[in-house]
């Protein structure tokens, strides 16, 4: 498959002074990255474009091919140009370029025959610093937003107790109360009872009294004086 040259665009005067790359690893990294996008704009072949519309196709398939080609080609510019953006914000360019360069002096120093040193970033550091001094900061800054993180959700763990503990404060002093409502309930009900029970009963003994007759209660009366005197 012929490779598929980067579309090039007009520079203007903020794009002179942008990094090219200029190794052998560059090159063969954007090649493949071009002919990538070109097999991804025409993943979606004639064929398939005509299942979606075969009334269409089939009526003008000239017009058909030309709007497949130029979804195809649009895909594959749009692809070539997200990707030429992202290796630009991350300076892929260059740090290709490094690597390229790193390797190259790696073999040079191997073919003539000088034994491997000490990693190192310069001359006067060593690498763990350099880590460390690149590493530590973001760690600190991450245990620093864990912290507050966590200070927040204590404090409003804290105040949905104290929601909480207020809730069954207030639930204890509402039950507290009704059960004194249901205690006079229950006393002003048996008190009531013992009074209609009370008036029942006299009510029973006056209806009784009247019944008995008159002779019989003076006859009574005097037996009971005779009784007692």
């Not at 004639?46 to 058909?64: K, L, R, V």
């Not at 990693?119 to 001094?133: E, F, G, H, I």
């Not at 993180?149 to 207020?166: F, G, I, K, P």
Request: hydrophobic share 35%; charged share 30%; net charge negative.
């Amino acid at each position: 498959m012929p490779e598929t040259p980067a579309p090039q665009d007009d520079v203007d005067s903020n794009q002179e002074n942008e990094y090219e790359g200029t190794s052998i690893r560059w090159k063969h990294f954007s090649t493949s990255f071009h002919l990538a996008a070109k097999k991804i704009s025409m993943g979606w072949t004639y064929d398939d474009f005509t299942q979606c519309i075969p009334g269409w196709s089939s009526a003008d398939p000239e017009n058909a091919r030309k709007v497949h080609q130029e979804m195809s080609e649009y895909v594959h510019d749009s692809v070539i140009a997200q990707g030429e953006s992202i290796f630009k914000q991350y300076g892929a360019a260059e740090a290709i370029d490094t690597l390229h360069n790193v390797i190259v002096e790696a073999r040079a120093r191997k073919s003539s025959g000088v034994a491997p040193g000490k990693d190192a970033w310069t001359k006067t550091l060593d690498p763990k610093t350099a880590v460390r001094a690149r590493v530590m900061p973001v760690l600190l800054e991450e245990k620093k937003r864990l912290e507050e993180s966590l200070a927040t959700l204590e404090a409003d763990n804290e105040m949905l107790t104290q929601v909480l503990r207020d809730n069954t404060k207030r639930r204890e002093d509402c039950d507290s109360l009704a059960n004194q409502w249901i205690d006079a309930l229950e006393e002003v009900g048996v008190n009531h009872t013992i009074r209609a029970s009370s008036a029942l009963h006299r009510q029973q003994v006056a209806s009784e009294y009247t019944k008995v007759p008159e002779e019989g209660i003076q006859q009574w009366s005097m037996d009971t004086q005779e009784t007692t005197s």
